[in-house]
């Protein structure tokens, strides 16, 4: 390391005389070259470009005047001042030019305004700042002692970074009597040493021998580097292995688990080193059957089971074993290793079904066969003896058959498919052998349908309540049947039972799906004409024979605002809803005019009637009780109230969307002698007139009555057997006023039901939430009342 710091600073103090410029002109650029030696220090002037170019230092600021590079970190640099070429860092030839014999940097300069480019070339001149070095400072070589003279034996050649006549130029070896150093020049490659052997070696003299490779380059004084190279000569082989015994011989049991060790064979041999070293292995002329069933361990002699062992199969193996050393021409013994097989119970029962019916139908009487069983194994003695067995929870059972090791899987009970349609039956077959082993084999047996069920209804029987006024063609309800068997035996087609009764004359209004029991009906009903009819409905399944089964289908009208009101009085001769009333003048206020009466074929809210003045000449005069329909007056009549007023009634009814009818009622004033001479007449007429009302009063409330009772006794006949109180009431308030009322009372189990006319019976309640036909009544008997909703 000093010696390389002084040529350092050698080289830097005599670098102005080492710096060589040449100019070379072309054209309207020009290039020059400078010389510098590797790792001089930063800040080394290289070359004055502005002068050997003659360029005029004052402009070359401003022309900007620079090194244009491609690196961050640039080896040169201008000076814009004075024009001269600086080192930036320090150079290493080794690093920039590799060991190229020219070593030389383009630098392209450039000014500005107007734009110059002139090309320098600085060269990189070497200096021997490197030693010669081996890839390894030491290298062991192995040599037989039968190695004959003149053999060559190309050693690694040492290497160095300098270039040229700092390289590496020659390499001297110690001294030894056995060998002697060649050197192969190959040019561009460098020198390479090559160990010859110059006299025969002798282990028993000499077991190994120390050299030491020396390099040197071409710098004065050379660098040198060297390596320590160990020779080791090795033994000749000249004996072969030998075995211990003259015979090997081993019983095994069959299927000894893999890695199992049969036995271990042993070899020795004088030699020392590689050459006694001895490894086994199986002859080369060994079955490829045996080498898939056993291994030897190349170190140990030790043969392992590698497959399968089986006593079927051979009983016996004979199997050649090789043992020989490591040396560079093996030597090699063989010796035959006799292997007996021991027979143990290792083949459990083999299960087979020689014949096999996958379905039986579910009527198949005990004792059918459904299978026949055979089992085999290939052993023998107490190892073949098998005994075969089915589980004791299936309605199945294995008979033995007269042919040995056949059995007959047979049913031992009825079979139900709806109760168990598929069985997975496990037979098992167990040798006598010690320890014993066994088999199963499981098989799918799958119970037919036969057609033994009857289609059965969800619901028996069924009843559904349905709007009047229906559309005619719609479906209305339906009915479900549901049938335990399975395919054609499960499907059911719907029909209505149709006789020539007259409670059945109303089922050729009625259609049914028959695939999904829909019903449809194919007009429209009336509450007022039919309150309740009964029907039957069959299910038939497609089996053959097929099955069915009917269920009573009850169907209930409910009631809908389809009828107005109707004007019973006042009523003129022509039909018209008008009348007129003459009153004394003098009347006080309370007097009664007259009573519009009115009624509905309704129920429920649908028939409650309520009454309003839609039109009146003097509200101060007259008043309408709403549920009533009484018109009084309000006031005493005075000299300036007109003489004729007019009233136009709206009577309406309470359904969802509620129908109304209107009556004009004429009220004249008139003096009190006129007054009474009319009413005399007048009570005559309105006797006949309410004798003939009372009449319309009675037919209507008997027809009504008459329907209402058929409902009842069509209740009475469907809850008789729940031993349900029927009761049925035709009621009419003792203070009539005008509007027609009628209700309907029954009970059923714990629930009471009414049906009601325009004006409910006293101690009714409405029950918000209810269907518009059905009140709730308060039951004595129980806190709260349901309501019956459809």
Not at 312 to 333: C, F, H, M, N, W
Not at 468 to 486: M, T
Not at 545 to 554: A, D, G, I, K
């Amino acid at each position: 390391m000093e010696q390389r710091r002084h040529e350092r600073r050698r080289a830097g103090g005599c670098l102005l005389g080492c710096v060589v410029a040449l100019l070379l002109w072309s054209g309207a650029s020009a290039q020059i070259r400078y010389s510098i030696s590797e790792e001089i220090n930063e800040g080394t002037v290289v070359g004055n470009i502005a002068k050997d170019l003659g360029l005029d230092k004052s402009t070359l600021k401003d022309r900007k005047y620079r090194v244009v590079s491609s690196t961050a970190d640039p080896l040169f640099h201008v000076n814009q001042n004075d024009g001269i070429l600086y080192v930036s860092r320090k150079i290493d030839r080794e690093e920039v030019c590799a060991q190229s014999s020219m070593c030389l940097i383009n630098l392209k300069t450039v000014l500005e305004n107007p734009l110059e480019v002139h090309y320098v070339g600085v060269e990189v001149l070497d200096i021997n700042d490197h030693s010669p070095s081996f890839p390894e400072k030491e290298t062991t070589l192995e040599i037989s002692e039968s190695v004959l003279p003149g053999v060559r034996i190309q050693l690694k050649a040492s290497r160095d970074p300098d270039s040229g006549h700092f390289s590496v130029q020659q390499y001297k070896l110690s001294h030894n009597d056995n060998f002697r150093l060649e050197v192969k020049d190959k040019g561009e490659d460098g020198k390479i040493p090559i160990l010859v052997v110059q006299k025969s070696l002798d282990r028993e003299a000499a077991g190994s021998h120390s050299l030491v490779l020396t390099a040197l380059d071409g710098g004065k004084p050379p660098k040198s580097g060297e390596m320590n190279i160990v020779i080791n000569v090795l033994d000749i082989n000249d004996n072969a292995p030998v075995f211990t015994k003259d015979v090997y011989s081993v019983m095994l049991d069959e299927n000894a688990p893999i890695g199992t060790t049969v036995i271990q064979v042993n070899a020795t041999d004088l030699d020392n080193g590689p050459n006694g070293d001895v490894v086994y292995s199986f002859s080369k002329s060994l079955n490829q059957r045996l080498l898939r069933r056993f291994d030897i361990n190349q170190s140990t002699g030790e043969i392992i089971v590698k497959g399968l062992i089986n006593y079927e199969e051979k009983d016996k193996y004979e199997i050649e074993i090789q043992a020989s050393d490591k040396g560079l021409a093996p030597l090699a013994t063989e010796k035959s290793v006799i292997i007996k097989i021991v027979d143990v119970n290792d083949n459990a029962p083999e299960i087979e079904v020689t014949s096999f019916s996958s379905s039986i139908p579910e009527d198949s009487r005990p004792g059918t066969t459904v299978a026949l069983i055979s089992v085999n194994d290939l052993d023998s003695g107490l190892n073949g003896k098998v005994i075969c067995s089915i589980g004791e929870d299936v309605p199945f059972a294995l008979s033995p058959t007269l042919q040995d090791k056949m059995y007959s899987l047979v049913t031992k009970s009825p079979l139900d498919r709806e109760k168990q349609h598929l069985y997975d039956l496990t037979i098992m077959a167990k040798d006598a052998g010690q320890p014993s082993l066994s088999s199963e084999k499981t098989i799918s047996v799958v119970v037919s349908d036969v057609n033994d069920n009857s289609p059965e209804f969800s619901l028996s029987p069924y009843t559904f309540y349905i709007t009047e006024a229906n559309e005619p063609g719609a479906s209305v309800f339906s009915v479900k049947a549901f049938d335990h068997d399975e395919n054609e035996n499960a499907r059911i087609s719907y029909r209505i039972f149709r006789d020539a009764s007259t409670d059945n004359k109303l089922t050729s209004f009625l259609n049914i799906n028959t695939e999904n029991g829909d019903i449809s009906a194919l007009k429209s009903f009336d509450f007022e004409t039919l309150k309740t009819f009964q029907f039957q409905v069959v299910a038939t399944d497609s089996g053959t024979p097929s099955l069915s089964s009917n269920v009573t289908v009850n169907v209930f009208i409910l009631d809908q605002n389809d009828n107005a009101p109707v004007i019973l009085y006042p009523v003129s001769s022509n039909g018209s809803a008008e009348g007129m009333e003459e009153i004394p003048r003098n009347v006080n206020a309370g007097h009664l005019v007259t009573k519009v009466r009115a009624y509905d074929a309704d129920i429920g809210y649908n028939g409650w009637l309520l009454f309003s003045l839609q039109q009146v000449t003097d509200h101060s005069l007259f008043g309408l009780d709403r549920y009533t329909g009484q018109i009084r007056t309000l006031r005493s009549f005075t000299e300036t109230d007109e003489a004729e007023h007019k009233l136009v009634i709206l009577v309406k009814d309470n359904g969802n969307v509620s129908l109304s009818a209107t009556a004009t009622v004429i009220v004249k004033l008139v003096e009190p002698k006129e007054a009474f001479a009319a009413s005399d007449v007048k009570s005559s007429t309105k006797v006949d007139e309410e004798d003939n009302v009372t009449l319309y009063l009675m037919i209507t409330l008997g027809s009504v009555s008459v329907l209402f009772l058929i409902s009842i006794i069509v209740l009475i006949a469907m809850q008789c057997s729940k031993s349900t109180d029927y009761t049925s009431k035709y009621l009419q308030e003792t203070n009539y006023d005008g509007t027609l009322c009628h209700s309907i009372q029954y009970r059923s189990g714990d629930k009471r039901y009414m049906l009601v006319g325009p004006r409910m019976s006293i101690g009714s309640t409405i029950v918000p939430g209810s269907h518009a036909n059905t009140l709730v009544l308060p039951d004595r008997r129980r806190a709260s009342a349901e309501v019956r909703q459809f």
